[in-house]
């Protein structure tokens, strides 16, 4: 299973996003970060994605350590940020009964 994320802020926040992200905790050995992939234009700021792979059996430990490290940049102006986990598809059919 995978955690998607997105990250995003005003350009005017690069800098202080840059050296937040390169104190921030290291990913926990369980899981595998794809990316950070970045894009950005003066209409929506710079938008960050990154997957997350896991487990499902560690999903919980998962969301958890997620938590912790998108507040790590906490109070960086404009910063914003969602992170949802997403299921195989034989394991999204079992949720619902098939």
Do not use: C, N, W
């Amino acid at each position: 299973m995978v955690i998607y994320s997105l990250v995003t802020y005003p350009q005017e926040s690069a800098t202080p996003m840059v050296t937040k992200f390169m104190e921030a905790p290291e990913i926990p050995d369980f899981m595998t970060r794809l990316g950070p992939y970045v894009s950005a234009s003066r209409a929506d700021g710079i938008r960050v994605i990154a997957i997350f792979e896991l487990d499902k059996s560690r999903l919980a430990e998962g969301l958890e350590f997620l938590g912790s490290y998108f507040a790590h940049f906490f109070g960086i102006p404009g910063y914003a940020y969602e992170y949802k986990p997403y299921f195989e598809l034989e394991e999204a059919l079992k949720t619902l009964g098939m």
